[in-house]
């Protein structure tokens, strides 16, 4: 069965735009948000930039029985506003940059529920999007360390948290760096923050 994709917020060359995408996928098809009770959105896209303040429609797709999943769908994807919609029902960050490929596989992992940020890096990489399970090849240390970049705090800084040297410290961010795919402490930020590490370090404080 074709997943059930919406988009609330769009203009209309963004909405024929993605219809044309999701065609030639295959596999998918562009509902409308009107028809929702009689054929249920399985995802629903939808656009925050530029929207008026108060506006609730990210908060009412959340809540609406006839969606499954929710997520933003942006010309604005910038690293340091991932984590601000991400959570309370909200699984994916988008932008509308991505080609057709990318954004299907991005839409398939939203379906079989992960949480999927993409673009993670400046271009995409042609393997999966979904990222959530290079966590599980982190060790402690590399997911405490980049738990602490995503606090913002400096490799000094981490170093006399974790009570360990600076040397150790560059180590298991470059380790971390590889087995994540990220190139920079921006995009370290953001992976981190989007697949929750940032929280196990609070959760110790």
Known sequence: MDIRVALLGGDELVRRGLDSMLKT???FELGTIKDRSRLPIDIALVETFGT???DTT???AVTDPYIRRVAVYTWNH???LAHEPLGDGVTGYLAKSLNAQQLGRALRAI???E???APLLPVLP???LRSTTQIDFLTARERETLAHIATGKSNDDIARQMQISLNSV???IRSAYRKTGVQSRSQAVLWAVSHGLAAEVFERV
Do not use: E, I, N
């Open 52 to 54: 008026a303040r108060g």
């Open 111 to 113: 379906h079989l529920g």
């Open 78 to 80: 910038q690293p340091g």
């Open 115 to 117: 949480t999927v940020v």
């Open 58 to 60: 990210l908060q009412r």
């Open 25 to 27: 996928l295959g596999g």
């Open 126 to 128: 042609t393997k999966d």
């Open 170 to 172: 560059k180590s298991y």
